[in-house]
C-alpha cells in the first residue's frame, strides 16, 4: 500500500536558520514525490516536484531510495516560507492509475 | 480565467440528509481528486478519477459518492450514511501521465467547507 509519513506536526525555526522537513514513504514500485505547500488563505499548490531535480524558492529535496525518504531542506529560512507543507506520492507506472497521496503536512513557522 | 472551481464555499446541513459539492475545471485535465482535509491528518483521498464515466474509491471512500459524466465536472456527495462529514474538502485535476517526463502537477480548488448541522 502506499503511505506518505511526515512525522513532524510542527517546525519552528528563526530567521536564516536551517530547515528541514521530514517526508518518508512506503511504496512497492517506482515513486514519483512532490511537495505542495499551502500559504495562508491561498490554494495549496506545487512547489517541487523529485524528477525535475530543481531549487524552487531555495527549497531543494532529494529521493532517497534505499532511506525511502524525500526531505525537502532550504538552508536559510526566510519569514515568507511559513506555511504548511505537504508530501505526496504518486506511482510511476500504474497501469492508468495516478493515485496521488498526501502525508499529514508539517507546518513550518519562520520567527523573526 | 482558467481554474479548478469549487462551490459553495461554506454548506450546512442537517443531520439525515445528502448534499453534493460541486467541482468544475477547464483546465482539460483528464484526472481528478477528492480530498477530505481535517487537522493533523493532512489530505484524506475519497475518490479519484482518471477518465469520463470512470472512477476509483480512495482511502476513506465509505458513505461518499461520485459522478463523472463530463471531464470537466466530478461533482461528490456525501450521504446520510457518513458518520462524520463535517470537514473541509478538497478538489484537484491534474493531467493524467502518458509518459514519465509528462508533469502531473495537481490544482486545486479553494475548497468546501461543509458543517452538519
Known amino acids: 500500500a502506499q503511505r506518505v509519513t511526515q512525522p513532524e506536526k510542527l517546525l519552528s525555526v528563526f530567521k536564516g536558520a536551517p530547515v528541514e522537513l521530514k517526508c518518508n514513504y512506503s511504496?512497492?514500485?517506482?515513486?514519483?514525490l512532490f511537495w505542495y505547500v499551502q500559504y495562508s488563505r491561498q490554494r495549496l499548490q506545487l512547489l517541487l516536484r523529485h524528477i525535475s531535480r530543481e531549487s524552487i524558492k531555495g527549497f531543494t529535496a532529494d529521493l532517497n531510495k534505499g532511506e525511502t525518504s524525500f526531505h525537502l531542506k532550504k538552508p536559510f529560512a526566510q519569514e515568507e516560507d511559513s506555511a504548511m507543507y505537504y508530501c505526496a506520492l504518486q506511482p510511476l507506472f500504474s497501469g492508468g492509475y495516478n493515485k496521488l497521496i498526501f502525508g499529514a503536512g508539517t507546518r513550518l513557522a519562520v520567527h523573526p | 480565467d482558467g481554474g479548478i472551481t469549487q462551490s459553495p464555499k461554506y454548506l450546512f446541513r442537517k443531520e439525515g440528509q445528502n448534499v453534493t459539492l460541486s467541482c468544475e475545471q477547464n483546465l482539460n485535465h483528464d484526472a481528478m481528486y477528492w480530498y477530505r482535509q481535517d487537522p493533523g491528518q493532512g489530505l484524506r483521498l475519497i475518490y479519484y478519477?482518471?477518465?469520463?464515466?470512470?472512477?476509483q474509491k480512495g482511502d476513506i471512500a465509505e458513505g461518499y459518492s461520485v459522478s463523472r459524466e463530463k471531464k470537466e465536472s466530478f461533482p461528490l456527495t456525501v450521504t446520510s450514511a457518513q458518520k462524520n462529514p463535517t470537514a473541509f474538502y478538497l478538489c484537484a485535476s491534474s493531467k493524467n501521465r502518458d509518459m514519465v517526463a509528462v508533469s502531473t502537477e495537481a490544482f486545486f480548488g479553494q475548497g468546501t467547507r461543509l458543517t452538519v448541522v
Open positions: 511504496y512497492s514500485g517506482s515513486p514519483e
Open positions: 478519477s482518471q477518465i469520463v464515466n470512470d472512477f
